[in-house]
T-cell receptor
Framework: GQQVMQIPQYQHVQEGEDFTTYCNSSTTLSNIQWYKQRPGGHPVFLIQLVKSGEVKKQKRLTFQFGEAKKNSSLHITATQTTDVGTYFCAGPGNFNKFYFGSGTKLNVKP | GAVVSQHPSWVICKSGTSVKIECRSLDFQATTMFWYRQFPKQSLMLMATSNEGSKATYEQGVEKDKFLINHASLTLSTLTVTSAHPEDSSFYIC????????????FGPGTRLTVT
């Protein structure tokens, strides 16, 4: 299946600090999705990026899709304790499938 | 918003028995549902794609005879773990797409399976 790499694996920040997770693919992606999974919960869809170089914002979250459509990033400004969770990117495969990256676990210290 | 339910939320079974997990889309029709497996502190591993009215498509390395998938209606897909072994213990999560379009997936709450 599609290989989507994600870094870092873990990130511990102090509340108020920024956080960024990166997603990389060896092949061009038609689109990429981002999900958040709270501890003990299930993944929740955050956003889908489709266009080359696309940048989308959701409050303190900024999502970018690379010009070559092989990488993407999620940046959180001024983290809060409610941001705690694992953030996954997901790249498409055939027949509407999506393959998830390894995820970045974010811990925010108050 | 779109809601997906899963039942049971957790189950403990003995080795050699079979366990059926249900995934339902409550307020939309899902022509495509996906089954994932997630080990502790790891990512979601796609097991199979379940299409209403047709055979499921399994990912490489997933035993189709062990993980039986049935998508009998537009709102229900089932995963049956046959002859379960302790190594099958895991968190199983289903997801559904509204109308089968390449859009967001709505995830169920997951089922924690423990095989003793």
């Amino acid at each position: 299946g599609q290989q989507v790499m994600q870094i870092p694996q873990y990130q511990h920040v102090q509340e108020g600090e920024d956080f960024t997770t990166y997603c990389n693919s060896s092949t061009t992606l038609s689109n990429i999705q981002w999900y958040k999974q709270r501890p003990g919960g299930h993944p929740v869809f955050l956003i889908q990026l489709v266009k080359s170089g696309e940048v989308k914002k959701q409050k303190r979250l900024t999502f970018q899709f690379g010009e070559a459509k092989k990488n993407s990033s999620l940046h959180i400004t001024a983290t809060q304790t409610t941001d705690v969770g694992t953030y996954f990117c997901a790249g498409p495969g055939n027949f509407n499938k999506f393959y998830f990256g390894s995820g970045t676990k974010l811990n925010v210290k108050p | 918003g779109a809601v997906v339910s899963q039942h049971p939320s957790w189950v403990i079974c003995k080795s050699g028995t079979s366990v059926k997990i249900e995934c339902r889309s409550l307020d939309f029709q899902a022509t495509t549902m996906f089954w994932y497996r997630q080990f502790p502190k790891q990512s979601l591993m796609l097991m199979a794609t379940s299409n209403e009215g047709s055979k499921a498509t399994y990912e490489q390395g997933v035993e189709k005879d062990k993980f039986l998938i049935n998508h009998a209606s537009l709102t229900l897909s089932t995963l049956t773990v046959t002859s379960a072994h302790p190594e099958d213990s895991s968190f199983y999560i289903c997801s559904a797409q509204d109308g089968g379009r390449r859009e967001e997936q709505y995830f169920g709450p997951g089922t924690r399976l423990t095989v003793t």
